[in-house]
């Protein structure tokens, strides 16, 4: 019984000694959700704001349709044909994702671009095609206020753009 306890005792000792204590002052280490957004001053706008605070903002699957735009996906997919200019180059294959917030007034913000090969792997595309992309998906204004609840709300969107030999071939969801 003795040995028991002393063990007992021991192990305590060395798992309350390993034990860190947190400042109240300290920022929390991890997002909320994998993927958030966090507001980043240097690169993002300053005017845009989220309207119902950071932790309310929704994911884009809690929406319960695809993406929410004024004129449905045809319209996307007839600005980036109108305005996308191709740099023609074999060595330009993969996926580009932008993904970013829409706020509750249908403004969008904090955009974010991730670059992959087809299997995934990153990758570092040309700047100018990933410049285009990206200035073209800020130009999008039509982005429709979502409700839930009767309450308008704040949520993540993207875009994803299959590019092939500096072609864009096409735009996903």
């Known amino acids: 019984m003795k040995k028991i306890i002393i063990l007992t005792t021991v192990i305590f000792s060395l798992l309350w000694s390993c034990?860190?204590?947190?400042?109240?002052?300290?920022?929390?280490?991890?997002l909320r959700w994998v993927g958030d957004i966090e507001k980043n001053e240097q690169i993002d706008e300053l005017e845009f704001k989220v309207?119902?605070?950071?932790?309310?903002?929704?994911?884009?699957?809690?929406?319960?349709?695809?993406?929410?735009?004024?004129?449905?996906?045809?319209?996307?997919?007839?600005?980036?044909?109108?305005?996308?200019?191709?740099?023609?180059d074999k060595n330009q294959n993969g996926?580009?994702?932008?993904?970013?917030?829409?706020?509750?007034?249908?403004?969008?913000g904090r955009f974010r671009v991730l670059q992959s090969d087809?299997?995934?792997?990153?990758?570092?595309?040309n700047k100018e095609i990933v410049s285009q992309l990206l200035n073209i998906t800020k130009e999008i204004e039509n982005w429709e206020v979502f409700k839930r609840n009767e309450v308008t709300v704040d949520y993540y969107m993207y875009l994803i753009f299959k590019i092939t030999d500096g072609q864009l071939t096409e735009i996903l969801p």
């Open 19 to 30: 034990q860190t204590e947190k400042k109240a002052d300290e920022k929390q280490e991890y």
């Open 51 to 88: 309207c119902n605070g950071y932790d309310k903002i929704l994911q884009y699957f809690n929406l319960g349709k695809g993406p929410v735009y004024s004129g449905e996906k045809s319209k996307i997919l007839n600005t980036f044909k109108s305005k996308y200019q191709p740099i023609t």
């Open 95 to 108: 996926l580009i994702r932008i993904r970013f917030i829409v706020n509750c007034e249908g403004k969008a």
């Open 118 to 125: 087809y299997s995934y792997q990153e990758k570092n595309f």
